[in-house]
């Protein structure tokens, strides 16, 4: 099997992963939105969030996806001459998006066939993800996931794993995403950081069906480690 035909055949797969483990991504993609939700805290009446949405569009199009998979189908209808809101079925949830940013997602979503669209009625229409635009939004979120707080408590995060090579396809992957993370590699399977990060990784273990082969030690100290204190301050 040629390179090009190896890739295509693990990008497959970690596809299927994705999807497979939908509930886990959707989950912590709303704990990121809840997070996110604070911010606006300050910004909850209606007049002020349209205001914020003309001055600083709060939906781009990549929370377009988040919020269709967190709200399952969205119900769109005008509120301003230049502000839509969505509302969300599952979530009951509202959010405002400036017209033509979100007319523009719209259309590019639809046309690599993210999402489908249904007009109910005058300005009023629905938007629902397919298949591909959720497996798209899971790929989104994992790719996103990092460690949000960088908090210290004395200990030393060491992640080692013994991947069979049944799922060898898992272990690039896993790699650069601890990397991504953070992490500093000692060895082709040990990873070393510290800071809390045991949700991040076991979620990641999870998801891609290679948590019975990964090990994660907490320890205060250990030899020959000079250096990693240098590097992490």
Do not use: H
């Amino acid at each position: 099997m040629n390179a090009n035909k190896k890739k295509i055949k693990r990008e497959n797969k970690f596809k299927s992963a994705l999807l497979k483990n939908q509930g886990l991504i959707i989950a912590q993609l709303k704990n990121e939105w809840q997070e996110s939700e604070k911010a606006l805290a300050k910004e909850a009446r209606k007049k002020q969030l349209i205001k914020f949405a003309k001055d600083a569009s709060i939906i781009a199009g990549k929370s377009m996806l988040a919020f269709l998979a967190i709200g399952g189908v969205l119900t769109v209808a005008a509120v301003a001459p230049n502000i839509f809101a969505a509302y969300g079925k599952i979530t009951k949830q509202r959010r405002y998006f400036k017209k033509d940013e979100f007319n523009k997602n719209k259309y590019y979503f639809k046309k690599q066939g993210l999402i489908k669209i249904r007009k109910t009625s005058g300005n009023v229409f629905e938007l629902a993800l397919t298949e591909k635009g959720l497996c798209r939004t899971a790929e989104q979120v994992f790719n996103d996931l990092i460690i949000q707080e960088r908090v210290k408590d004395g200990y030393w995060r060491i992640v080692m794993f013994d991947i069979p090579n049944k799922y060898r396809w898992t272990r690039d992957i896993f790699r650069k995403k601890l990397r991504m993370m953070g992490f500093y590699q000692l060895q082709e399977s040990v990873f070393v950081l510290p800071y809390l990060c045991e949700k991040e990784v076991e979620l990641i273990a999870e998801i891609l069906g290679i948590r019975d082969f990964i090990y994660l030690i907490k320890t205060v100290d250990f030899n020959n480690n000079e250096y990693l204190k240098k590097e992490f301050r």
